[in-house]
């Protein structure tokens, strides 16, 4: 295995592991413990599922801690190609998102507080304390949809990098691009027409799934540079 297809496949696993720990959080527990339109039952399933809340906030810490390292992988793969666009990468793709990662594990941390109405909160009734657990839940949906305006903006650079380099194909570094836009589109759209988010991604997971697929091929096929035209027709 070359250093090339060595430095693609790490890449390729730490996006894996860092976005499937993330989605955890992301996905598997609003599914299982959120009631729509109805904050005391989820307030009492939060409660009721302490412990798998707060594997969820572990997940986020964990999540967070490795992706810190996602965009390094892939700037020590694809900075031979432009370094100025794989610094960009890097800081719209690590140092811009992380922090709201760990932000957001404080609006968890407070709405399980309250959740169990425990201690201090008990000092709150019971209507009074859901409502900050809605608030918090809210407030971790918000910055959730404003990070995913920085998890849109570093797929632009990641999409030239990828599409200007010789050892990954083509057709996903415009996959990466046209995710950009979908991405921030996304995002605009829970602030500007909230609630309405949601149908904007039914619409565009096409064009979501470009990361998957970059995640599977650098992981299954690595990367194989191709041989100079010099090179193709003076073998060695």
């Known amino acids: 295995?070359?250093?090339?297809?060595?430095?693609?496949?790490?890449?390729?696993?730490?996006?894996?592991?860092?976005?499937?720990?993330?989605?955890?959080?992301?996905?598997?527990?609003?599914?299982?413990?959120?009631?729509?339109?109805?904050?005391?039952?989820?307030?009492?399933?939060?409660?009721?599922?302490?412990?798998?809340?707060?594997?969820?906030?572990?997940?986020?810490?964990?999540?967070?801690?490795?992706?810190?390292?996602?965009?390094?992988?892939?700037?020590?793969?694809?900075?031979?190609?432009?370094?100025?666009?794989a610094v960009v990468m890097v800081i719209l793709g690590s140092l811009m998102q992380v922090p709201f990662f760990i932000v957001n594990t404080v609006n968890d941390v407070a709405a399980l507080l309250f959740a169990r109405g425990t201690g201090y909160v008990a000092v709150f009734d019971p209507g009074q304390r859901n409502a900050f657990v809605r608030l918090f839940l809210d407030l971790h949906h918000q910055l959730d949809l404003a990070n995913f305006i920085f998890a849109g903006l570093w797929l632009f650079p990641l999409g030239l990098l990828v599409y200007k380099s010789r050892f990954l194909p083509r057709f996903l570094g415009v996959w990466l691009l046209l995710a950009c836009p979908a991405w921030v589109v996304f995002s605009l759209t829970g602030f500007l027409l909230p609630g309405r988010e949601g149908k904007v991604f039914d619409r565009m997971q096409p064009l979501a799934f470009a990361e998957v697929a970059l995640m599977l091929w650098l992981v299954i096929l690595g990367a194989k540079e191709k041989p100079s035209a010099a090179a193709a027709t003076h073998p060695v």
Request: hydrophobic fraction near 55%; aromatic fraction near 10%.
């Open 1 to 85: 295995m070359t250093t090339l297809s060595r430095n693609a496949r790490v890449a390729g696993l730490l996006y894996i592991v860092a976005s499937a720990v993330g989605i955890v959080r992301l996905l598997y527990i609003p599914s299982h413990l959120y009631v729509d339109g109805n904050v005391p039952a989820t307030a009492n399933n939060i409660a009721a599922h302490e412990s798998l809340f707060r594997f969820g906030i572990v997940c986020t810490l964990v999540g967070a801690a490795l992706w810190l390292f996602v965009p390094l992988a892939l700037y020590r793969l694809l900075k031979g190609v432009n370094q100025e666009l």
